[in-house]
């Protein structure tokens, strides 16, 4: 199973529904809307279309809003764009005009203010390339450096600028109402330069938000500022998304690498997930198959250690969607492979540094999965706190998240290996405990012999920290009926038919559990001496029970299921807790 998430950008290419449940079915786990274009209506339609193919397929596919942000761009230019031409100037005006050779318009008005002579103007992703050379109050006069086709609505950027703009815009407060309206689970900021500017946003959607549900944000880094401030930013948000474009102009790319594996090592000591963002298979926009660069690029970000990797205009309007995602899961597959061939201890992240009781017993978790080979940690949770605390330990074996919350299910699709699966919501850890082994089994992750790790941060109905750890082997169950005694114990079944005689020459001990049809008064001698009583007698008042309790003999009454299965001296475990007797394969 793929561990590291795949987030796909929905756009026209991805959006009718056939195209879209083939790339959920290839491999996507988050579905992304580029709020910078589209409609609400647009994105609803989109938002249904993606909770459809997900009933369809009975998965968790979480959805990202991607704010747009303060995004310097140009204004409209001329068809076919205005041609610059190296060495010649170019005029850059604040007025509303139809850009033509010579003199283009720019959307920020303030942007004369901005800059000064000698300071670049980068376009189109850095493509072309401007110096300043004087400014008014609403031109700015250029020289062109880098030269190309320009044409409408292209993103500026100012690497030797420091601009003071808000992170959001109008439009991106009335795309957090969108969001918020539409239960979006995911809401990510760009442009971020301060933790301030994250918390601002947790505010807007505490205020909007029904009943106090806070939607999780994603910062995005991709200004200098953001680097430098990359602690408190972390800490500020709930994940973090490297988007090497316009960090890549903003900074210079060779410096791009380092700080991918700065970021993502960062967040998984944070335990906070962490998504590798653009360019990432960008030639698959025109071609079928990726550059051998993108696979290098792709495989050393899943061996970075990212929560996720994504596709920007690869699904969102390329001519191969669903081919980029299933080439995007072959390398991330590949590069898993390579880890475990490696073995874990040689490509080794640094461990959270959660110092807490929920933060030790995910640790403690993790170690005792690793070291007994289980088959999985099965972690029931409310809020999805445990589950995600867990999976930043980097888990080696997949990490099973149960929780009543379909709006959790969907946040936790984000995190590295995490799968999580929808349950009901259950009135005492016990019950939690068994009902999230018995979903874990009927999804095909665990089956009869595994053995598998359990934690819990749940108590009732209620957000507990994580605060229990268990180690159970998942046994075949015989019968079941109702417990008393609330313990467990193993040892060997023996048959006894009341009623009996001579019960003192019986040879029985603390290791014997005795199955009866029934319970009489000259089977007290054995069942005091005994470990365990099975039977089908049912009823609290019953003999049975009544003898239970007297003894304080873990029981199980009323049995039902194989009976016929219950044959002398077979290993079994009795379990009060849950009414089950299993068979022990020693």
């Known amino acids: 199973m793929l561990r590291v998430k795949i987030v796909c950008t929905i756009g026209p290419a991805s959006r009718e529904l ?12 988050v579905a992304r809307l580029n709020m910078s274009h589209g409609s609400h209506e647009y994105h609803a339609e989109t938002i249904e279309r993606v909770r459809i193919v997900a009933e369809q397929l009975q998965k968790p596919i979480a959805i990202l809003a991607d704010l747009q942000g303060p995004k310097l761009r140009t204004g409209k230019m001329q068809e076919g764009g205005v041609p610059l031409v190296k060495g010649e100037e170019l005029i850059l005006t604040t007025e509303d005009i139809i850009g033509e050779p010579g003199r283009v318009p720019v959307q920020y008005k303030d942007l004369p203010k901005a800059v000064k002579p000698g300071e670049r103007i980068l376009l189109d992703d850095g493509m072309l390339e401007l110096e300043v050379i004087e400014t008014s109050e609403t031109e700015i006069r250029t020289q062109v450096i880098l030269s190309g086709i320009l044409h409408s609505n292209k993103g500026m950027n100012l690497p030797d600028a420091s601009l003071d703009i808000p992170a959001l815009t109008e439009k991106d407060i009335e795309d957090v109402k969108f969001a918020i309206d539409h239960q979006v689970d995911w809401v990510a900021l760009s442009f971020v330069r301060k933790a301030h500017e994250v918390l601002e946003l947790k505010s807007i959607i505490q205020n909007y938000s029904a009943f106090g549900r806070a939607t999780p944000v ?16 972390i800490e500020a948000a709930d994940g973090i998304m490297v988007a090497r474009g316009d960090l ?32 990432m298979l960008d030639s ?15 495989a050393n970000a899943v061996l970075d250690g990212t929560d996720a990797i994504m596709l920007s205009g690869e699904t969102a309007s390329g001519q191969y969607p669903v081919e980029a995602v299933v080439t995007m899961v072959k390398i991330a597959e590949e590069a898993e492979r390579l880890r475990s061939t490696l073995g874990h201890q040689k490509i080794k992240y640094n461990e959270p540094r959660i110092f807490s009781t929920a933060g030790a017993v995910c640790r403690a ?26 999976s930043a330990f980097r888990p080696e074996v997949p990490l099973i998240a149960v929780t009543p919350s379909p709006m959790v299910q969907r946040q936790l699709a984000l995190h590295w290996g995490t799968y999580p699966l929808l349950t009901k919501r259950l009135s005492n850890t016990d019950e939690v405990v068994t009902d999230a082994i018995n979903v874990a089994q009927a999804k095909g992750y665990i089956g009869e012999g595994d053995t598998v790790v359990l934690t819990a941060g749940v108590v009732g109905n209620v957000r507990s920290a994580t605060s229990l750890m268990m180690v159970r082997r998942i046994d075949r169950v015989l019968v079941r009926g109702m417990g008393i005694g609330a313990r467990e114990v193993a040892g060997i079944l023996m048959k006894v038919e009341p009623p009996v005689k001579n019960p003192e020459e019986i040879l029985v001990g603390p290791q014997h559990i005795i199955f009866t049809e029934r319970v009489d ?20 008042d019953s003999p049975a029970a009544v003898a239970a309790v007297e003894l304080g003999l873990p029981a199980i009454i009323g049995a039902r299921g194989n009976l016929d299965e219950l044959k002398d001296g077979i290993h079994v475990i009795l379990d009060a807790n849950t009414g089950q007797l299993s068979e022990w394969k020693k």
């Open 18 to 29: 056939p195209i879209l449940r083939r790339i959920a079915e290839a491999g996507m786990n």
């Open 218 to 233: 994603i910062a995005k880094i991709e200004k200098p500022e953001a680097v430098k401030n990359i602690d408190s930013i």
């Open 248 to 279: 890549g102009i903003e900074t210079s790319p060779e410096t791009v690498p380092g700080v991918q594996k700065i970021l993502i090592n960062k967040c998984i000591v944070a335990a906070k997930p962490v998504i590798t963002a653009t360019q």
């Open 284 to 298: 698959m926009i025109r071609n079928p198959r990726p550059t051998r660069a993108e696979a290098s690029d792709v």
């Open 365 to 390: 978790a993790v170690y005792t999965a690793n070291e007994t080979k289980a088959k999985a940690i099965i972690a029931p949770t409310i809020s999805g706190a445990t589950a995600r605390l867990m």
């Open 521 to 540: 008064r000259t089977l007290i001698g054995l069942l005091r001496r005994s470990g365990g009583l099975v039977t089908v007698q049912d009823g609290m």
